[in-house]
């Protein structure tokens, strides 16, 4: 019996199949046209990954600033009730506090108004929070500019109030200017009657870097809050910090049924749910439209592959010839299309990463060249071009492109494996 050629004793993943996709990446062509297409192959793949990467974490980057933003103004949950119900609150607190879950709570007083200034009229929502223990269930202190939450009780001198920076420029109002509240009043059949007037000093302002909170919020005391809006002795509600801000939804539907149905419990989910539902349908858009880019890139992987094919004709049926199994060949191809693949996918990853760094810095140059701006704070409710790289995404985004453009090598790759060594040289 005659000896087997050496080809076919090498199993398909061997070396050998790998050193021919990479002689033939490596070897001059006759036809650079099918180099330049390479080329460009890698650069659209590289494009598509980074552009992927980089709108994600975009994305990725507003859903944390306004979730950030929103813990930061607000509670994990809120517990909300009628004055009657909430009138023995500090008992109700003890026993929020009992979960283990909950780490602090405390009581707030809201009510609108409007905002008057030297003819200058705001509508505004008035926040009357603890000038002592705020901390443990917001950020609030942290956005104070030049001021205290202290600042707010001091003796001899009207009511305080720490205006939204926005509405405080606005309105033109610095600390210490006297600014007047115009409240509703309802009376005991809860029918609308006369506003009243009430004359507050500005204390300071607060920039939370949201335009909704900075431009129509303003914070009082507890106790002023209380007197003003008819509240004395109860509250319209208790904030509650979670050790755990992920499971709000969890604990404050857990919270609602131990309460029962005199009292509503939000979780912080739920303020802005359109706003972040939104968010992440974007996400899946941008996904398929930004992948067109790494489709077009894919085709031209196949352009590029058809080509050699067609170049590398003889050299193919000399190896088959000489024993070289047409798995092999197919494996070859689909190898040589998986290297062009890779390299895209790592330059595309390392552009992605990089221009996500330093995505704010390029939007700001485009701004101050062309005196524009791109992102508005009454639309995003931010300033800036936030991003966060997220594993996922990045390995989900350079696992997919890998995925769909060596797939859509096979068809070259089998049609190099179906090449007849005899119709092939029989013209050499």
């Known amino acids: ?28 062509r006759k036809n650079r046209f099918a180099a330049l297409v ?35 103004m607000t509670a ?51 926040y009357g929070v603890p000038t002592q223990g705020e901390g443990a269930v917001s950020e609030l202190e942290h956005y104070l500019q030049n001021v205290t939450l202290g600042a707010l009780t001091r003796p001899a001198q009207p009511a305080g109030i720490i205006l939204g920076r926005t509405l405080a420029d606005e309105l033109g109002v610095h600390a210490g200017e006297m600014v007047t509240l115009i409240s509703p ?41 209380a007197r003003i809006f008819k509240l004395e002795g109860t509250v319209s509600g208790l904030r509650i910090k979670l ?36 968010i992440k349908s974007q996400k899946r858009i941008m996904f398929v439209i930004l992948s067109l880019i790494v489709a077009v890139a894919a085709f031209n992987v196949v352009a590029s592959m058809i080509m050699i094919v067609k170049e590398k004709q003889r050299d193919i049926a ?24 890779g390299l895209g996918v790592a330059l595309g990853v390392a552009l992605g990463l990089v221009g996500a760094d330093y995505a704010n810095d390029f939007m700001h140059l485009v701004e101050r060249l062309f005196g ?33 453009c060596v797939v859509a090598t096979l068809y070259p790759a089998w049609r190099a494996a179906q090449i007849a060594p005899v119709e092939a040289l029989r013209y050499e």
Request: with cysteine.
């Open 76 to 126: 994990d949950a809120t517990v909300f009730g009628s004055p009657a119900d909430l009138r023995d609150w500090p008992a109700l607190a003890q026993r929020l506090e009992r979960d283990p879950q909950v780490l602090a709570v405390r009581p707030f007083v809201r009510g609108s108004g409007m905002l008057s200034v030297r003819g200058k009229v705001r509508g505004i929502m008035v």
């Open 185 to 225: 009043q309802w009376d005991s059949a809860q029918q609308l009657g006369l506003p009243a007037y009430e004359r507050l000093t500005s204390v300071g302002s607060f920039l939370a870097g949201m335009h909704e909170f900075d431009s129509a919020f303003g914070i009082m005391s507890l106790s002023d809050a």
């Open 318 to 341: 000399i190896l088959r010839t000489l024993g070289l199994a047409p798995s092999s060949v197919l494996c070859a191809f689909l190898l040589q299309g998986a290297i062009v693949t």
């Open 372 to 404: 524009i701006q791109f992102i508005k704070p009454d639309v995003y409710y931010i300033n800036y071009l936030p991003t966060e790289v997220r594993l996922t995404d990045a390995l989900g985004v350079a696992l997919a492109t890998f995925t769909i």
């Open 1 to 28: 019996m005659a000896p087997r050629p050496c080809f076919e004793r090498l199993p398909v993943f061997r070396p050998l199949p790998l050193f021919i996709a990479a002689r033939y990446l490596r070897a001059k």
């Open 243 to 278: 050790r755990d801000s992920r499971l709000a939804p969890a604990v404050a539907a857990a919270i609602g049924q131990q309460l029962g149905p005199g009292f509503l419990v939000i979780d912080w989910t739920r303020y802005h749910r359109n706003f972040f539902l939104a």
């Open 38 to 72: 390479t080329g460009v192959s890698v650069a659209g793949i590289g494009l598509g990954v980074a552009v992927l990467i980089i709108v994600l974490s975009v994305m990725n980057g507003f859903e944390r600033e306004i979730s950030a933003r929103i813990l930061g």
